[in-house]
């Protein structure tokens, strides 16, 4: 990360009392894997919501380099105004260790990298299905791999922190769990990713972030054109937060 990605971490702009929030999406998805819609598409869509920047935040592996490079240069290929484009990767935290599933040339050729807790390692580097986990399991194994990754001098962003054990486990962390990856993202020059749709309360974690000094970076995980934007129209109050209960 360098010093022009981190003003757009930096930001500070935020007021839950009328709404305000950077006009941000950095966690978009598009057709190079599960998204509906194209880089150039998605694109075009921000312009349309009135985003001033946005970072595709594409899946990514130590396998994905046949494709990659590809749609690095298409991203490379859009205008910067009136939105500004950031190449991005979001891959997978493999391993205790905070080990990042990409290759050091697909690192190289990012302005950000995401790293995202998906799936629990078991023994011998086997992932361990959603089935093999108790609920009460997954928030420790969620803040381990975490607070691991944020080690890692290749992850900018925490993606989602704590995402899996609100969604697929249907458990919140408490505070002080939530507060300690918080801190370690802070002292270690990293930013935590504010998701709408992983996060029912994304002012609260704006608040704690801001109170521990750490970055904040916001994301929809839009898979298609309807979801771009989306945290800022949550922040704004213009969408309802995603609700657990709804799930």
Not at 104 to 133: A, T, W, Y
């Amino acid at each position: 990360m360098n010093s022009q990605h981190r003003v757009y971490l930096q930001d500070s702009c935020y007021s839950e009392e009328i709404g305000s929030s950077p006009a941000f999406d950095f966690h978009l998805h598009t057709s190079w894997t599960d998204g509906a819609n194209t880089v150039k598409e998605m694109y075009q869509q921000s312009v349309s919501v009135g985003l001033e920047a946005i970072l595709y935040s594409e899946h990514g592996r130590k396998s994905s380099e046949d494709w990659f490079f590809d749609y690095v240069d298409e991203v490379k290929s859009l205008p910067s105004d009136p939105c500004v484009p950031f190449v991005g990767l979001e891959t997978k935290v493999e391993d205790w260790d905070g080990t990042l599933d990409a290759t050091n040339e697909m690192l190289s050729v990012c302005d950000l990298v995401m790293g995202s807790v998906h799936r629990f390692p078991g023994e011998k580097g086997q992932i361990r299905g959603f089935g093999e986990v108790d609920p009460t399991e997954a928030i420790e194994a969620e803040y381990l791999l975490s607070m691991a990754a944020l080690e890692n001098p290749d992850l900018d962003i925490l993606g989602h922190p704590f995402g899996m054990s609100h969604r697929r486990f249907d458990v919140q962390p408490d505070e002080e769990r939530v507060r300690q990856v918080i801190n370690q993202a802070s002292r270690n020059g990293k930013a935590i990713e504010i998701n709408s749709r992983y996060h029912p309360n994304p002012w609260l974690w704006i608040k704690w972030c801001l109170e521990d000094g750490a970055m904040i970076s916001l994301g929809s995980n839009a898979h298609d054109l309807t979801s771009v934007g989306q945290i800022v129209r949550v922040l704004k109050g213009e969408e309802a937060p995603w609700n657990p209960s709804e799930s």
